[in-house]
């Protein structure tokens, strides 16, 4: 294996980069050994623990967390697409005066942090806890997606709409049959890896108290006076869910490569993905 | 209105600690996700796996849980006085502790992006650093991190904006910035709420904007042709 970094090893290099991981290795262990160890010497795994961990009532909990966390995050991505679409549409649009709004709108709800909106959204417009959530799920993930639609429509070679005009099709045509179709297949993972963001951004419905699966577990931890494996056990859940998610978007994305489907330049839209990964 | 002037000291106090955040967070975030970048491009397979691990936990639990985590373990581990000042100002070890939460999230991030601008280069500019008989430190040094760096500023960018707002879930926990400062406005305030949200988010869109200002700035100066 010979990369940028450095040459493909030779016999002595193995033998040293094999002392190295076996190093490395012992010194990982070592380290989460101290961490478990320092939090069972404050009885954080201790028998009692486990004992209420396998109640019947917490694992009813967790679900209902759950369950509120699905509901929220499915609601507000499909909510999203939708806006997004809008906005992009709007982006692209021939008059200034569509453009110029549909601009102002992206910028403001992709620069302000989501808490805010969901307090603003909450306080403001009174429009019940489950649904400021989404709306402000919505607002803020929808703008994003907008960036993400436009770029996927943007990335569809040129010719192609130019093509799309020289039969004589209007500009709605060449948006919904031409280029709308070829930039789906490319934005596919980009819209599977919002997925991963808004499951996690749900969990920020905790300032206006949205009870999901974050504040259900501190419940928990409240309730069994233990704080880490109640916390532990959502982190995984919600490792579990968003790696599943991640490992789609890359399936998808390697299907796509293969078949030859994405055509546009992906320079673009990897920068923009770059960008809304970071996302809370 | 008069509430954004009548509480502006409150206002600009809740933003200076959203700075302090933003500073020591990207400070911490960037050191530990360059290392974490270097574990995962390294040849010692168990490094590989350390950073493979750590960006996949942390980027996939969300940031109130790792807060809540860290907010809890931080002290269990014994750091129970992380406190210290600079000049007048006092950062306590609360402060200090969201602050590591926050960084061990955005650290997974920072990691990603430096990973990406290392692996952008193509391999061929290393060989022919090599082929020209250049040592792997003169390689690395004058040919590989130069462009790395370079191909690294617009993700990381985007990286320290999503850190900029994300310092706002803090004030789930009680740290006193500009957020915090909003909700606590908001129910003092309730009617004059349009201005306060208007307002506050005014405060992040400047930092956001200055971000990115400047790391288009950087880019440009930085350009070089290929």
């Known amino acids: 294996?010979?990369?940028?970094?450095?040459?493909?090893?030779?016999?002595?290099?193995?033998?040293?980069?094999?002392?190295?991981?076996?190093?490395?290795?012992?010194?990982?262990?070592?380290?989460?050994?101290?961490?478990?160890?320092?939090?069972?010497?404050?009885?954080?795994?201790?028998?009692?623990?486990?004992?209420?961990?396998?109640?019947?009532?917490?694992?009813?909990?967790?679900?209902?967390?759950?369950?509120?966390?699905?509901?929220?995050?499915?609601?507000?991505?499909?909510?999203?697409?939708?806006?997004?679409?809008?906005?992009a549409i709007a982006r692209l649009s021939d008059r200034a005066w569509v453009r110029f709004p549909a601009?102002?709108?992206?910028?403001?709800?992709?620069?302000?942090?989501?808490?805010?909106?969901?307090m603003f959204v909450y306080f403001g417009l009174g429009l019940g806890l489950y649904w400021s959530l989404v709306l402000a799920l919505t607002l803020y993930n929808g703008s994003?997606?907008?960036?993400?639609?436009?770029?996927?429509?943007?990335?569809?070679?040129?010719?192609?709409?130019?093509?799309?005009?020289?039969i004589g099709m209007r500009k709605n045509q060449v948006m919904r049959l031409v280029l709308m179709p070829q930039s789906i297949t490319i934005m596919l993972p980009a819209i599977v890896s919002q997925c991963v963001i808004v499951l996690k951004d749900t969990a920020l419905g905790q300032i206006v108290s949205?009870?999901?699966?974050?504040?259900?577990?501190?419940?928990?931890?409240?309730?069994?006076?233990?704080?880490?494996?109640?916390?532990?056990?959502?982190?995984?859940?919600?490792?579990?869910?968003?790696?599943?998610?991640s490992r789609l978007a890359i399936y998808l994305e390697a299907r796509m490569a293969r078949r030859g489907q994405s055509s546009g330049q992906k320079v673009d839209l990897g920068t923009i993905n770059a960008a809304q990964n970071a996302g809370v | 209105?008069?509430?954004?002037?009548?509480?502006?000291?409150?206002?600009?106090?809740?933003?200076?600690?959203?700075?302090?955040?933003?500073?020591?967070?990207?400070?911490?975030?960037?050191?530990?996700g360059t290392l974490l970048a270097s574990f995962r491009v390294s040849p010692v397979a168990s490094l590989q796996a350390i950073g493979t691990w750590y960006v996949n936990t942390f980027r996939n639990t969300p940031l109130v849980l790792i807060l809540a985590l860290a907010i809890?373990?931080?002290?269990?581990?014994?750091?129970?006085?992380?406190?210290?000042?600079?000049?007048?100002?006092?950062?306590?070890?609360?402060?200090?502790?969201?602050t590591l939460g926050l960084s061990s999230y955005t650290a997974a991030f920072v990691c990603e992006a430096v990973r990406s601008g290392v692996n952008s280069v193509p391999a061929g500019q290393a060989e022919a650093a090599r082929s020209v008989g250049m040592s792997f430190t003169q390689s690395l040094r004058l040919v590989v991190l130069p462009q790395a760096f370079r191909t690294v500023i617009p993700p990381l960018a985007s990286t320290y904006i999503a850190l900029?707002?994300?310092?706002?879930?803090?004030?789930?926990?009680?740290?006193?910035?500009?957020?915090?400062?909003?909700?606590?406005?908001?129910?003092?305030?309730?009617?004059?709420?349009?201005?306060?949200?208007?307002?506050?988010?005014?405060?992040?869109?400047?930092?956001?904007?200055?971000?990115?200002?400047?790391?288009?700035?950087?880019?440009?100066?930085?350009?070089v042709a290929r």
Do not use: C
């Open chain 1, 210 to 245: 949205y009870r999901e699966l974050v504040v259900e577990s501190q419940g928990i931890a409240g309730f069994i006076h233990h704080t880490f494996v109640p916390l532990a056990v959502a982190a995984a859940i919600f490792i579990t869910i968003n790696y599943s998610l």
């Open chain 1, 103 to 118: 601009r102002v709108v992206v910028e403001f709800f992709r620069a302000v942090p989501l808490l805010l909106q969901i």
């Open chain 1, 1 to 87: 294996m010979s990369t940028v970094l450095f040459d493909t090893p030779g016999p002595k290099a193995q033998a040293r980069h094999r002392i190295m991981t076996v190093i490395a290795a012992v010194l990982a262990v070592l380290l989460l050994a101290w961490v478990l160890w320092k939090l069972y010497e404050e009885g954080e795994f201790q028998a009692s623990v486990w004992e209420d961990m396998s109640q019947p009532n917490i694992w009813e909990a967790y679900w209902k967390g759950l369950l509120a966390t699905l509901k929220a995050a499915a609601s507000a991505i499909v909510l999203s697409v939708v806006f997004g679409a809008v906005l």
């Open chain 2, 1 to 32: 209105m008069d509430t954004l002037i009548d509480n502006l000291d409150q206002i600009l106090r809740g933003f200076s600690n959203t700075l302090w955040l933003l500073l020591f967070s990207g400070i911490f975030s960037t050191i530990l």
């Open chain 2, 164 to 223: 900029a707002k994300n310092t706002s879930v803090v004030a789930i926990f009680g740290v006193p910035e500009a957020a915090y400062v909003m909700r606590k406005l908001s129910n003092q305030y309730s009617s004059d709420l349009w201005a306060i949200f208007l307002g506050i988010a005014l405060g992040y869109i400047l930092i956001v904007a200055v971000i990115s200002t400047a790391a288009t700035f950087l880019e440009r100066r930085l350009a």
């Open chain 2, 72 to 98: 809890y373990v931080i002290p269990v581990l014994g750091f129970n006085s992380l406190g210290f000042s600079i000049g007048f100002r006092q950062f306590d070890t609360f402060f200090i502790v969201a």
């Open chain 1, 144 to 166: 994003v997606l907008a960036e993400v639609f436009r770029a996927g429509m943007l990335a569809v070679p040129q010719g192609q709409s130019e093509a799309a005009y020289a």
